[in-house]
């Protein structure tokens, strides 16, 4: 009899436990049917917002007028990457060279490369898209002037820092952005003036004696010009020749404290 009962005390203990086992799981089910009944309910009701919102936008053939989101973006990224371009053009560049053509060419063109990038980042060409801009800029001269070896490098450095300011995205955090562009304003500004502390002057300059271009007159036609312009010349370049007016126009370099 007590064998009896203790079994069927087991029987009883192990019918109830599966019971509430087959409950717990019933309950978690229903919890996981219902959390997927309201994510999909949440996702339903953003793409009506979303639907509502763009039927409400006002275009103008088949192009929204206004974008709130994109049109503050632009702005924000706008006024950032001119900032950085400003600081490194006028406040690093031009002291030391004092040459407001280029001064005029690199605001344009990082302008220029900034909003092409940004306007046309919606292709989705990202990489592909940036790498093609730096050869387009990369192979530019000018039939006039060739563009020297700083100055190329100035225009590279506008450019990148334009085409990396438009087209970052969510994967690039705003403190990773601002701490790329102010390394290279740091290191831009420690090569200029901190560790090239002797900065190179450069003057163009209408020479007349024109025997004195040759080769062989190369320290005869140094010596002249420091002696007629009283400054202490370490090179100078010829650019252009002309044997009708006997002429010829030179580019003299000198260091800005050797003259004062």
Not at 25 to 36: A, G, K, P, R, T
Not at 162 to 175: E, T
């Amino acid at each position: 009899m007590k064998k009896g009962l203790l079994l069927f005390a087991l029987i009883s203990f192990l019918f109830v436990g599966t019971t509430n086992t087959y409950a717990q799981n019933d309950l978690s089910n229903q919890l996981d049917v219902e959390l997927s009944d309201n994510n999909s309910d949440k996702i339903k009701d953003k793409k009506k917002d979303k639907k509502v919102e763009e039927d409400n936008r006002l275009e103008f053939l088949g192009t929204p007028v206004y974008e709130a989101e994109d049109f503050w973006k632009l702005i924000t990224k706008g006024i950032f990457n001119l900032f950085i371009i400003l600081i490194i053009v006028r406040y690093i560049y031009y002291p030391v060279t004092r040459n407001k053509d280029y001064l005029f060419t690199y605001l344009l063109i990082s302008l220029t490369v900034f909003l092409l990038c940004v306007l046309l980042d919606s292709v989705k060409l990202q990489l592909g898209f940036a790498l093609g801009l730096f050869a387009i800029f990369g192979i530019i001269r000018y039939r006039t002037d060739p563009i020297p070896i700083k100055e190329m490098t100035y225009l590279f450095l506008v450019i990148g820092i334009s085409v990396v300011n438009a087209l970052a995205n969510k994967k690039i955090s705003h403190a990773e952005l601002v701490f790329a562009n102010l390394l290279l304003v740091f290191v831009t500004f420690g090569m200029e003036r901190i560790w090239l502390l002797r900065h190179e002057s450069r003057r163009n300059i209408i020479y007349e004696k024109i025997e004195l271009i040759k080769p062989e007159n190369k320290e005869a036609l140094l010596e002249d010009l420091k002696e007629r312009t009283g400054l202490n010349i370490v090179r100078y370049e010829i650019r252009r020749i002309d044997f009708l007016k006997d002429i010829a126009n030179i580019r003299i370099f000198y260091y800005e404290d050797d003259s004062k």
